[in-house]
């Protein structure tokens, strides 16, 4: 039952021991797409597993990314999130909500231009940065 589970099933391919608590934070990180923040798992995940500490939470999301089984995501200089869809997509964040979108059809460039060349790429992110159609239409309403 265990060996079908995504979130163990993950953990094993990205070469991490799948102790219960780990698994309870990526399994977390797959069903909320919300790319909540340590502060943000962490009360929810203690509601389910009481021992849980933000420090174990801060160092296991660290671990996750350099695994490359979650993305850090430093779109908002006040606010580190994470984001357990590792497939490449782009993210758009929101200036007036904070939220952090997916967009899922974009995807940081491939192809090497000749200034990078000899560089390994280990990580590559595509931000952008705007208003979203939610705001937007808040904002209208304000204005009429
Ligand atoms: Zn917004
Ligand atoms: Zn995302």
């Not at 923040?37 to 999301?61: G, Q, W």
């Given at each position: 039952m265990m060996n079908t589970d995504p979130a163990y099933k993950k953990l094993i391919e990205c070469g991490i021991r799948p102790s219960i608590q780990r698994i309870e934070i990526l399994r977390y990180l797959l069903t909320h797409h919300t790319h909540?923040?340590?502060?943000?798992?962490f009360v929810d995940l203690k509601k389910r597993v009481p021992t849980v500490s933000r420090t174990t939470?801060?160092?296991?999301?660290?671990?996750?990314?350099?695994?490359?089984?979650a993305f850090m995501i430093t779109i908002d200089e006040h606010r580190v999130c994470y984001d357990g869809t590792t497939e490449?997509?782009?993210?758009?964040?929101?200036?007036?909500?904070?939220?952090?979108?997916d967009f899922h059809e974009?995807?940081?460039?491939?192809?090497?231009?000749?200034?990078?060349?000899?560089?390994?790429?280990?990580?590559?992110?595509?931000?952008?940065?705007?208003?979203?159609?939610a705001c937007q239409h808040t904002e209208e309403k304000k204005i009429s």
């Amino acid at each position: 039952m265990m060996n079908t589970d995504p979130a163990y099933k993950k953990l094993i391919e990205c070469g991490i021991r799948p102790s219960i608590q780990r698994i309870e934070i990526l399994r977390y990180l797959l069903t909320h797409h919300t790319h909540p923040t340590v502060d943000e798992i962490f009360v929810d995940l203690k509601k389910r597993v009481p021992t849980v500490s933000r420090t174990t939470i801060y160092n296991t999301l660290r671990m996750f990314s350099e695994k490359g089984a979650a993305f850090m995501i430093t779109i908002d200089e006040h606010r580190v999130c994470y984001d357990g869809t590792t497939e490449p997509h782009a993210h758009f964040y929101c200036k007036h909500c904070g939220k952090v979108y997916d967009f899922h059809e974009m995807q940081p460039p491939r192809n090497v231009t000749s200034d990078m060349e000899g560089f390994h790429i280990e990580d590559a992110q595509l931000y952008y940065k705007g208003i979203c159609p939610a705001c937007q239409h808040t904002e209208e309403k304000k204005i009429s």
